[in-house]
């Protein structure tokens, strides 16, 4: 009566093997796939010694052209409101002339 028990476990421990042995190859491919993806050495740009100073450069050159951009939108706006509130100016003493012309001077 022992006898199927352990042909089953047989089977198991077989089994088990089996899928021990899938996992490990799967494993020794994947590691393979990536080991062909990537490079043996790493690659870099060649940099000039002075790069850190071009780089700061650059970015002074941004923040320069940033203010410059804010300081012409301001003075932009500024010009702006002055003609506006001149020519506001302008209407509002044109239609009080008016008005004071036609009740002053206007004949009936």
Same mark, same amino acid.
């Given at each position: 009566m022992n006898y199927p028990d352990q042909?089953?476990? =047989?089977?198991?421990?077989?089994?088990? %093997?089996l899928r021990k042995r899938q996992q %490990?190859?799967?494993?020794? %491919?994947?590691?393979? =796939?990536?080991?062909?993806?990537?490079?043996?050495y790493l690659t870099s740009n060649c940099e000039e010694p002075d790069?850190?100073?071009?780089?700061q450069i650059k970015q002074w050159r941004r923040k320069i052209l940033a203010i410059a951009q804010f300081a012409g939108i301001f003075i932009a706006v500024v010009v702006t409101v002055r003609i506006a509130s001149w020519l506001a100016i302008a209407l509002m003493v044109g239609v009080i002339t008016l008005i004071a012309y036609n009740i002053f001077f206007e004949e009936d």
């Open positions: 042909k089953a476990r =047989e089977i198991r421990h077989k089994k088990q %093997e %490990e190859l799967l494993l020794r %491919e994947l590691a393979a =796939e990536i080991d062909r993806s990537v490079p043996a790069s850190k100073t071009n780089s």
